[in-house]
Nanobody, 126 residues
Framework: QVRLVESGGGSVQAGGSLRLSCVAH????????MGWFRQAPGKEREGVAGILLGGHVPYYADSVKGRFTISQGGAKTIWYLQMDSLKPEDTAMYYC???????????????????WGQGTQVTVSS
């Protein structure tokens, strides 16, 4: 049973930084997508970033380009989301997710991901 566990959330002032981590347990795919999503109260869950295991073509939502960076850890079952220049509108529950990779691109489309973490809260104040 694949289980994803994310951590690193917290409360920061606008302009601050946070680094989220995701650890996948019992992940057996040789080729999979690593993704990050977020959901604010009253809003639909949206894709933030995605990258293929061992890949070099990350995808970012326009709202976070230039500020967030998705990366793979030394182990294939760990990935991160570095968040810089945080804004109040970034406040949300952040989720890491995974799915089988089918190509060079890993677009963070909610309906396509089948393994999810429980979420870690990120709150950015003015």
């Amino acid at each position: 049973q694949v289980r994803l566990v994310e951590s690193g959330g917290g409360s920061v002032q606008a302009g601050g930084s946070l680094r989220l981590s995701c650890v996948a347990h019992d992940m057996f795919y040789d080729n999979y997508c690593m993704g990050w999503f977020r959901q604010a109260p009253g809003k639909e869950r949206e894709g933030v970033a995605g990258i293929l295991l061992g890949g070099h073509v990350p995808y970012y939502a326009d709202s976070v380009k230039g500020r967030f960076t998705i990366s793979q850890g030394g182990a294939k079952t760990i990935w991160y989301l570095q968040m810089d220049s945080l804004k109040p509108e970034d406040t949300a529950m952040y989720y890491c997710a995974a799915k089988l990779g089918r190509g060079d691109y890993c677009y963070p489309v909610v309906s396509q991901y089948n393994y999810w973490g429980q979420g870690t809260q990120v709150t950015v104040s003015s």
